[in-house]
Nanobody, 115 residues
Framework: QVQLVESGGGLVQPGGSLRLSCAASGSIFSTYTMGWYRQAPGKQRELVAD???????YYVDSVKGRFTSLRDNAKNSVYLQMNSLKPEDTAVYYC?????????WGKGTLVTVSS
């Protein structure tokens, strides 16, 4: 069974940058469009960015121009480069498949944007 492990979160000041990583066990990972989701306190989990197996990307309007999705299929990993971070980006970030099918959710990585 595929396991997802997110890392790279932390405390950063507004305007700062972080790079999140998601490592997956299992070689089938490379065939899926992988998304980055986030869940802020008291809010539902939302998809903020994704990247297809071929490298096509999608971003929700609130992160366009600031976040970049990357993937390395050879390493079964996806990344989220986050620049110009804002307090409203504070959330637990998760990676998972985009669509009805999902791998078991990982624990996520907490991003806190605060001065």
């Amino acid at each position: 069974q595929v396991q997802l492990v997110e890392s790279g979160g932390g405390l950063v000041q507004p305007g700062g940058s972080l790079r999140l990583s998601c490592a997956a066990s299992g070689s089938i990972f490379s065939t899926y469009t992988m998304g980055w989701y986030r869940q802020a306190p008291g809010k539902q989990r939302e998809l903020v960015a994704d990247i297809s197996s071929g490298g096509s990307t999608y971003y929700v309007d609130s992160v366009k121009g600031r976040f970049t999705s990357l993937r390395d299929n050879a390493k079964n990993s996806v990344y989220l480069q986050m620049n110009s971070l804002k307090p409203e980006d504070t959330a637990v970030y998760y990676c998972n498949v985009v669509g009805a099918f999902k791998f078991p959710w990982g624990k996520g990585t907490l991003v806190t944007v605060s001065s």
